[in-house]
């Protein structure tokens, strides 16, 4: 039996990784697939967290790059369920760097993802509702609402844009 409701802190999961050479572009910063595949896929353990069953990402809204994340840097996701609709759920992800030599740390990135949570037919089904607790819980619960129905849009108009492409 899966809860009904779920307090948002219960959803946080952290991934810290360190940035190799491999992991860098020309720049010796952290290539934005590297750090998309990273945001993904703690996004998707938030994600799990809330219902217990399958999920998968609906959509990605815009990552902002706010700082470079240099060779040599750990990068750390800390992920959390924002907000939840009837078979969707909103993850916040906060992507910090920080130098290891110096110790200094920022926010290097953020983004909200949508995932779907599934049934063993692969339909959509409910999800637990989300309980903030904090302030910032709260703010990013009452304004999940208002990011679902922009999400909406977009997604309407990239339906759009297929249906031109098509042609």
């Known amino acids: 039996m899966h809860k ?3 307090l948002m802190k219960e959803t946080i999961s952290v991934k810290t990784a360190l940035v ?3 992991d ?4 010796g910063t952290l290539f934005g697939g590297k ?11 938030s994600a799990l967290r809330l219902c217990r069953t399958a999920v998968v990402t609906a959509s990605i809204d815009s990552v902002d ?18 907000w939840t609709g009837t078979s969707s759920m909103e993850v916040l992800v906060k992507v910090t760097s ?8 920022s926010l290097a990135a953020l983004s909200f993802l949508t995932f779907v949570s599934l049934n063993e037919e692969g ?3 409910p999800v637990p509702k989300i309980i903030p607790e904090t302030d910032e819980e709260q703010w ?3 304004t999940g609402e208002e990011r679902a129905r922009y999400r909406k849009t977009r997604r309407f108009q990239s339906k759009e844009l297929i249906k031109f492409f098509s042609k």
């Open 4 to 6: 009904q409701e779920v």
């Open 20 to 22: 190799f050479p491999q």
């Open 24 to 27: 860098t572009n020309m720049h």
């Open 35 to 45: 750090l998309l595949s990273y945001i993904d896929d703690i996004a998707s353990i």
């Open 65 to 82: 790059f706010i700082k470079p994340i240099r060779q040599g840097d750990a990068v750390t996701l800390q992920a959390m369920v924002t």
């Open 98 to 105: 920080e130098d290891l030599k110096t110790g200094e740390s």
């Open 123 to 125: 339909k959509p089904m």
């Open 140 to 142: 990013l619960f009452e």
